[in-house]
């Protein structure tokens, strides 16, 4: 193996002036770039976050990048200070690792260059044309004051339901007032605040998680800080996907990567939180801190799950992803029984894995494109109209077992699902 690493073979155009003249064999490149993805995939969050002091980027225009390990971060961004001041400057070094502690296989990272809505609507314009990804985070809005954080969280879920595509994941809120103690110190929402947040927030496509969590600033050494929830869920999001599926909850997950929860949450506040649609992290005695709840911020009950949802999302990509060709195709029953064979190939393949719900496909899934969903009209107009119809399965929150007194004592029937 001969190194090569004095030659600059960063650029595509410098790399095939160096290789075109030379003998095939192993060559040593000074750096290795992110590698660039084009497969359909889930789990895939863009991190929209304060640009760190100690970046290396020295871009100022908003610009997705693509990292598939922590390093990239490190290496073409910034690194994380041993010793950060509290609160940090920025909170997206932290969500990105976190993202990849958790199983994260690959992430693309915006940097804004302030707190406003001004910057952050730069930044979601850069990610809109993305359609590798499906999650969206920004760690850095809750670092406002309530009231404007909440106005920057609504621009994330606005773009969620605009794209239809991807599904925002969201931090609770952070007091940031003083308090007569430490003038330094941030002070949790109360559990009634952390439910008015998402009582201020409207969409489907996104769902809230509190409290924070407590990490070290390198792994280990530091004394832990409090950090946004999002990037170690996102972590777990992706885990989830590839070990499961979209369909499964990303609830009863363990998160890695952390010390200790910022606030530890009792039953109590479980049982007050969980019906408000607020996801909580609780620590549990030899299981560890997981995610203890799947809801999305939706009021509407179809999409009460973030599983449910993300199912449909997933779909929606899916489609848009395999079948580009369509569009300029002739607009009749050949056309319609093509987009039939090829959405039953992929929706029964859902109903194997465990995704639908029902005994046969025939009872998990319809798709219905014909003459009946495509009138004249509909042709005149250029459009193909095609019905579809899915049973998607729900998370299993509850676990009901029936105490029966008799004779013999007390028995067990159960457990089953509630009515």
């Not at 290496?75 to 502690?101: C, H, M, T, W």
Request: aromatic share 10%.
């Amino acid at each position: 193996m001969r190194s090569e690493a004095h030659h600059d073979t960063s650029s595509p155009g410098n790399r095939e002036q160096y290789f075109g003249s030379r003998a095939p064999g192993v060559y040593l490149e000074k750096q290795f770039r992110p590698p660039r993805r084009t497969f359909f995939s889930t789990g895939v969050p863009a991190f929209l976050g304060l640009r760190p002091a100690n970046t290396e980027e020295k871009e100022a225009t908003a610009k997705p990048r693509m990292l598939s390990t922590w390093s990239h971060f490190e290496q073409y961004i910034a690194r994380i200070p041993s010793n950060p001041k509290l609160p940090p400057d920025s909170y997206l070094p932290y969500a990105v690792r976190g993202f990849f502690e958790n199983g994260g296989h690959w992430c693309y990272v915006v940097l804004l260059e302030d707190g406003t809505a001004r910057s952050l609507y730069a930044g979601l314009e850069a990610i809109s044309a993305l359609n590798t990804i499906d999650l969206v985070c920004a760690p850095d809005l809750v670092t406002k004051s309530g009231s404007e954080a909440f106005e920057l969280q609504q621009l994330l879920m606005d773009h969620c339901a605009v794209m239809n595509d991807r599904f925002a994941i969201l931090d609770a809120s952070y007091d940031l007032s003083s308090t007569k103690r430490d003038s330094n110190r941030r002070v949790w929402e109360t559990d009634n605040q952390a439910w008015e947040q998402w009582s201020e927030i409207d969409g489907k496509n996104g769902a809230l998680y509190y409290p924070w969590l407590k990490v070290r600033a390198s792994a280990r050494e530091g004394t832990p800080i409090p950090v946004p929830p999002c990037g170690h869920v996102a972590g777990v999001y992706a885990r989830t996907d590839r070990q499961r599926g979209v369909y499964k909850a990303p609830a009863n997950e363990i998160v890695e990567g952390v010390s200790d929860l910022e606030r530890p949450l009792t039953r109590a506040d479980q049982e007050y939180l969980n019906p408000k649609h607020v996801n909580c992290l609780r620590s549990f005695p030899g299981r560890g801190i997981r995610v203890w709840g799947a809801r999305t911020l939706s009021g509407q009950k179809a999409w009460t799950y973030v599983n449910v949802r993300r199912l449909f999302l997933t779909a929606v990509r899916w489609i848009e992803w395999n079948m580009s060709d369509i569009p300029f195709e002739p607009n009749n029953p050949s056309l319609w029984k093509r987009i039939e064979r090829e959405l039953h190939t992929y929706f029964a393949d859902l109903f194997r894995q465990g995704a639908l719900k029902g005994q046969k496909p025939e009872e998990a899934f319809y798709i219905k494109c014909d003459a009946e969903t495509n009138p004249p009209e509909r042709v005149r107009a250029g459009q193909v109209v095609t019905e579809i119809g899915l049973a998607p399965t729900v998370p299993y929150e509850f676990v009901v077992v029936r105490l029966i007194h008799g004779a013999r004592g007390v028995t067990i029937s159960g457990p089953e699902r509630p009515q």
